[in-house]
């Protein structure tokens, strides 16, 4: 079997893994009466598999709904898994009591969607750096001091901007604030919420290059989660399309955008702008079904053009892996891959 491969084609070794999530799930029970009687489980998170390697940029895509930001919650500890395993950095933190967060806190951090409201605005940009500093026992002045100012320029403000206000501020830059937040306390990995969908369009480019320019000056591996492909395709590794609540479609970055295998990865495709491409891909149309009550058989099924008897009869497979690395969740993988390698762009994504 062949190691993974970055972005670039080089490999990586097995056992460089800082995040590994097994059969995550998180469900929420909803309404009942006084003893539950009556009572519905919303399936949030239902049986989810990842893997982050150092120095990685995972992609975790789907639409709103799908289940992506209650997978970064339980990473970060802010949400109790209902089953399955969370290791950070070779530590089991599953079932971590809240206290223990401040540990977690080193290791992986979250840059939020909306840079104006993930920001108190009556808090100097100083005071919003120093915080996390002195929360976790950082108390010399001098040093305190070194790196806010060291953190600023990484994300491309000046020291002098510190004592500033929110307020102060174009949405871009309180997005490099925010960023330089979530990187003060030297996290191993950063959790992208949407970073860059709240921005304008001349200035999420500025965001996007200064993401992956910080991943490789510190040494950071990311989790992007977006509804945006285009960025996805731009910045990530790797790539795990989330369906209502399950992973559907991941593997190398390249094998995704070219060769997609199901067809909700089809149709996310699909929206994004691109002249060269030579035929559509699948799309889809509708909404997501309501999770509370999901559709009999394959929970795409209602959506797919492909659908046959066996997906509106039988739930989805298991994640098959049909290439190196490349693993879905669909009766008609095979078919439905090779009819997308027929419409794939020539020449190379960038």
């Not at 990187?183 to 990995?189: E, H, M, R, T, Y």
């Not at 795990?240 to 991941?250: D, F, H, K, S, T």
């Amino acid at each position: 079997m062949h190691e993974p491969q970055d972005r670039l084609g080089e490999t990586r070794p097995d056992d460089d893994v800082i995040l590994s999530v097994r059969d995550l799930a998180v469900h929420f029970p909803l309404g009942g009466g006084l003893l539950g009687r009556g009572r519905r489980l919303l399936r949030a998170v239902d049986g989810v598999d990842l893997t982050l390697k150092r120095g990685e940029c995972l992609g975790l895509v789907g639409e709103s709904g799908s289940g992506k930001s209650t997978v970064a919650l339980s990473i970060l500890g802010l949400v109790t898994p209902t089953r399955g395993r969370i290791v950070l950095d070779g530590q089991d933190v599953t079932n971590r009591p809240s206290g223990d967060r401040k540990a977690l806190a080193r290791i992986v951090q979250i840059v939020f969607q909306d840079p104006y409201a993930s920001l108190n605005p009556r808090q100097t940009v100083r005071r919003t750096l120093e915080d996390p500093l002195r929360v976790h026992g950082v108390t010399a002045k001098s040093e305190i001091e070194d790196r806010v100012a060291k953190m600023l320029r990484h994300v491309g403000l000046r020291p002098e901007q510190a004592d500033r206000y929110p307020h102060e501020f174009s949405g871009g830059q309180r997005q490099r604030i925010g960023i330089a937040r979530a990187l003060i306390l030297n996290p191993k990995i950063v959790i992208c919420d949407e970073p860059v969908s709240a921005l304008d369009v001349s200035i999420r480019a500025q965001i996007i290059n200064l993401l992956l320019e910080l991943k490789e000056t510190l040494g950071l591996s990311y989790i992007m989660i977006s509804h945006d492909l285009g960025v996805v395709e731009h910045m990530s590794d790797k790539v795990a399309v989330m369906y209502l609540g399950r992973i559907v479609e991941n593997g190398h970055w390249r094998e995704i955008f070219e060769r997609p295998a199901h067809p909700y990865t089809q149709a996310l495709i699909a929206a994004i702008p691109d002249p060269l491409r030579h035929a559509p891909l699948a799309t889809t149309g509708g909404d997501l079904p309501n999770p509370l009550n999901p559709p009999n058989g394959c929970a795409f099924s209602p959506r797919c053009r492909y659908a046959e008897a066996v997906c509106r009869r039988e739930p989805g497979p298991a994640l098959e892996t049909r290439t190196d690395g490349h693993a879905v969740r669909c009766w008609r993988a095979d078919e439905i891959a090779g009819q997308a390698a027929l419409v794939s762009t020539e020449g190379e994504h960038f």
